[in-house]
């Protein structure tokens, strides 16, 4: 690994965004640490160029090994990390006048609790350097009522106060904290949990976005790289939404 390059950690490369985030660091000059990499993603990332860090079976980051385990794989390796991802998440749907407790204590594990576990083991690292980019990814429904996922959106709201709070508590260190909330992506979770997986129910489910279309993974990926690539940092404790105008 030459001096030169920065290292970024992707939480999950299994699916979602995680692949084309890590080929868009690869491309900017990035080694990479990478949890559960989808089939054949190491060989093309090597291929641009980046050393690669594996770690498997990290893909629930509700439990706290998970980050931690990406921590230590890339301090082993590596050092030092220069910048984090993580999306995490479970789709909680339903009516709150239908829901009950354990339903609220999946959304609360899936949506807030796993980015906590994840700042929790990023941050220190990030702390003691003086440097360093963390971009947790939640969603736009934390913005805004959801008809139908009460619960769900409200464990996001959660989450991105986290990140505001963390934010808030280190910035005077140097560190970035930032999230990106989306909706209305083009994705298998996304689409099943909508009804969008037949041409008449995608379409829709797209009438409702003002852009009237959904997002993709390449496109949201470029979206990530300034909170990520080294190549801004006087932002921190922001949250953005991502949802093709309808937040």
């Avoid at 997002?215 to 932002?235: H, I, K, V, W």
């Amino acid at each position: 690994m030459s001096d030169t390059r920065r290292v970024a950690l992707v939480a999950s490369t299994a699916g979602y965004v995680g692949p084309d985030l890590a080929r868009s660091l690869a491309s900017r000059g990035h080694d990479l640490v990478v949890g559960d990499p989808a089939d054949g993603l190491v060989d093309e990332l090597a291929g641009l160029g980046a050393a690669v860090e594996v770690v498997t079976g990290v893909h629930n980051l509700a439990a706290p090994e998970s980050a931690l385990a990406l921590v230590a794989a890339a301090i082993s390796r590596f050092g030092r990390i220069d910048s984090a991802v993580a999306a995490s998440g479970r789709i909680v749907v339903g009516r709150f006048l239908r829901s009950s407790i354990e339903d609220l204590r999946a959304a609360v594990q899936g949506c807030l609790e796993a980015p906590y576990h994840f700042l929790r083991a990023v941050v220190p690292v990030m702390v003691e350097r003086g440097e360093g980019q963390v971009l947790v990814i939640t969603s736009a429904s934390a913005v805004r009522p959801t008809p139908g996922a009460p619960l769900y959106s409200s464990a996001r709201a959660g989450a991105n106060m986290l990140v505001r709070n963390v934010a808030d508590e280190i910035a005077p260190t140097g560190v970035q904290v930032n999230a990106v909330g989306t909706n209305f992506m083009d994705f298998p979770d996304f689409l099943a949990a909508s009804k969008a997986t037949t041409p008449e129910g995608r379409a829709k489910v797209e009438a409702q976005v003002p852009m009237g279309r959904l997002g993709t993974m390449q496109e949201f990926a470029s979206f990530c790289m300034p909170y990520l690539d080294g190549t801004s940092r006087f932002t921190t404790g922001q949250f953005v939404a991502y949802a093709g105008g309808w937040a």
